[in-house]
């Protein structure tokens, strides 16, 4: 299915979202189906809950590092070599995960994931430079659409791969990703013929001080807004199946049919709700209202005391996130020299990396010594203070109409 855009939207620009909207949601299936067996990989080679959270962690150490690297290197020599190698990267990734028999295995594992999966920003600059302005929020609410459509499918596919034993889930996900290495190869096309060869760039890392230096600028402000929900997502994202299963009871051949509840809610939302939403009170109101519904729920988990309550609950957190990240990386897209978008998108992906470690180093601590409830007080209060700044940011005269997007 391809969304109806407006604007200077044409044939060709949709074919090409298509195919990235294609090779990400088969990349995230392997993530998802990776993702919520590892706490229980993890416990059945001893681990404790603050080890699993460093294991977590050790994926977003890896893209943290290389997130920046990668937007650089897709500035000058395109994004389509820049995404297929990190495809390649995860491949192997999933190979030793499905052979794993030690701790010091998995996190190895996760170290490549993470390296490569350091790309989404290149994703993000891939369909800034396919796509008109006027219709960036949408077509950016598609490509994170994608994503939960493979975190919505990947888990399942996970539970029921762990029938056939313990390798069987990593096989699987790399198969698919080998396939998708192939697929991105053969059919995804460069988004941009512009290169900044320029020599008198700045370094990689002199964009990443920018953000921490020069905090009330526009566009570091929602890198801190991105960066902080990204926080509050991966929380709970991270303690999700060691929360559940100390709650109710969830084990690794169960917990995907969460994960598949999370992801449909998570699809639908940005697939065919973000679009009216943000035609009708445009990127900024979306932003603000992701950042209150992700806290929300963030803070009202731990009141669920049976699955049912639970079901109820849930939505708000993908529904949040659904509203929150698209509009946020819309308005920085806005904002940004599009000869620097790749350095741009990349360095907002270091800070959600560097949210994406801290989080699981702080959800799983706090599970561990505070009680499974404490991990979500703690995210929720992060949300909400650093989303203050949602509410500090005004529209500009360059920013699309809201009922054109």
Known sequence: MTPGFAGNTNREQLKRLTVLMTITSVDMIGFAIVLPLLPYYALHLNATPEQIGFIIAS?????????????????RYGRRPALIIGLTAATIAYVVFGFANSIWLLLLSRLIQGAGGGTTGVAQAYVADSIAPVDRAKALGWLSASTSLGVMLGPVIGSFAAHWGQAAPGLVAAGLNLVNVWFAWRWLPESTTERNMSRDRRPIWHAAWTVIARRRDRIPRL????????????????????????????????IGYFFLYVGALSFIMRSLVLGPVVRRIGEIGAMRAGTLLLTLGLVLYPVAHTLWVLAAIIPLVPIGTALLFPSTTALMSHASDRRELGTTMGVAQTFAGLSRVVAPLMATSAFQRFGSAMPFYVAGLIVAFVGVLAFRIAPTTTQPVADSV
């Open 59 to 75: 994926f977003s150490v890896a893209q943290l590092i290389f997130a920046p690297v990668w937007g650089r290197v897709s500035d």
């Open 223 to 254: 890198i801190w807004i991105y960066a902080a929900g990204m926080l509050g997502f991966s929380a709970m994202t991270s303690i999700l199946s060691l929360y559940l299963g100390a709650e109710f009871g969830i084990t690794e051949k169960t």
